[in-house]
């Protein structure tokens, strides 16, 4: 599946969640129901996937950790804010 077609897929995902659970909740509730609904849809995902940060060299101390990874190709890094 092209990239493209996978973020396809995650939005129309998130705007259902978004359209049943409504503004103003923990960006861990969004997670918890973007994951239930991706899986509902046959979606493969990675929650809270580690990456090391390599830098000239050596591997920094702190990893990347990604909200999720989607079918390997996209990272999904979730958000909760009042206003943008």
Known sequence: MHENEISE???GAAIEVHSILGPGLLESVYED???HELHLRGI???RQQSV???FKG???????RLD???EGKVIV???AKEKL
Request: glycine share 4%.
């Open 77 to 79: 890094d979730l958000k």
């Open 68 to 70: 999720l990874l989607v």
């Open 58 to 64: 050596v591997k920094l101390g702190t990893d990347l």
């Open 33 to 35: 129901a973007l994951c």
């Open 52 to 54: 090391p940060i390599p």
């Open 44 to 46: 493969q995902f990675v």
């Open 9 to 11: 897929k995650i939005i």
